[in-house]
């Protein structure tokens, strides 16, 4: 038996056995889906794992993608056939809709393609109000009729009525019942609409679940250029002499 052939059988012989003693970092999930309760101030996710290897897996890195969330493990090391999870935990604050956050871990594993793994959580969140439209607004000079602003309020809040005030008194703000459950239509009227003026309406539902405000916006436009004006500029512009040419020689 030649030399070569024997040192080929001993390197997949130590190949195999390499494979064998290996650590892998098994997870259960690597993305998870959650939908807050309304009020929630949180919404933590739990990636579970295992160590299906032979040789124990240390965690060299977990970074979160962003600072509203926070990640951590259990433990630095995982000896084999141990179970553990990450934690993380993302910090609503005042967001809502789809949130998208991530945790990327980082093993000592020598396997470049089971080193990283990166967990995804994803959070619905749903608006204790949906306001539509954000603005209403009145051109200059417009007959100053009210215009609706429709908030529709979360099943689950138990909203029964809304507070709304302007920032300036020039414009006047009523709640009425809309024609859906759990709707309201806020009536904004402005006094006068001869001038430019813009005010935030602060919204304040009842919910006993959270202390959120919301709020709005009313505008009067500015008058449009003045035709008078406009010629005005032109005559300006056609009696202003142009630069002064050169003088003929003499």
């Known amino acids: 038996?030649?030399?070569?052939?024997l040192r080929l059988i001993g390197i997949v012989a130590l190949t195999a056995?390499?494979?064998?003693?290996?650590?892998?970092?098994?997870?259960e999930?690597?993305?998870?889906?959650?939908?807050?309760?309304?009020?929630?101030?949180?919404?933590?996710?739990?990636?579970?794992?295992?160590?299906?290897?032979?040789?124990?897996?240390?965690?060299?890195?977990v970074h979160a993608s962003c600072g509203c969330t926070a990640a951590q493990t259990q433990r630095e090391q995982v000896a084999p056939g141990e179970k553990g999870e990450v934690t993380a935990t993302f910090n609503i604050g005042g967001r809502t809709g789809t949130q998208v956050k991530t945790v990327t871990v980082q093993t000592d594993d020598p396997d470049p393609s089971r080193a990283t793994t990166v967990l995804t959580l994803k959070?619905?969140?749903?608006?204790?109000?949906?306001?539509?439209?954000?603005?209403?607004f009145w051109q200059n000079g417009e007959e100053p009729k009210p215009k609706i602003i429709t908030a529709k309020a979360n099943k689950d809040a138990a909203i029964k009525k809304l507070d709304v005030a302007s920032s300036t008194?020039?414009?006047?703000?009523?709640?009425?019942a809309g024609s859906a459950p759990?709707?309201?239509?806020?009536?904004?009227?402005?006094?006068?609409?001869?001038?430019?003026?813009?005010a935030t309406l602060t919204i304040k539902p009842d919910s006993p679940s959270t202390a959120n405000v919301f709020s709005a916006a009313a505008r009067v436009m500015p008058p449009p250029p003045t035709t008078k004006s406009t010629l005005?500029?032109?005559?300006h512009d056609l009696a202003t002499?142009?630069?002064?040419?050169?003088s003929p020689s003499q």
């Open 182 to 198: 759990n709707e309201f239509k806020i009536n904004v009227q402005p006094r006068d609409t001869t001038k430019a003026v813009y």
């Open 1 to 5: 038996m030649s030399m070569n052939f």
């Open 123 to 136: 959070a619905v969140i749903t608006p204790l109000l949906e306001i539509q439209p954000a603005l209403v």
């Open 169 to 176: 008194p020039d414009f006047i703000a009523k709640v009425d």
């Open 232 to 235: 005005s500029t032109i005559r």
């Open 29 to 61: 999930q690597t993305s998870v889906d959650l939908q807050p309760a309304l009020g929630d101030k949180q919404a933590v996710a739990h990636f579970k794992y295992e160590n299906v290897g032979k040789t124990p897996v240390h965690f060299t890195s």
């Open 241 to 246: 002499p142009a630069a002064t040419a050169a």
């Open 17 to 27: 056995l390499a494979q064998d003693a290996r650590a892998e970092l098994k997870w």
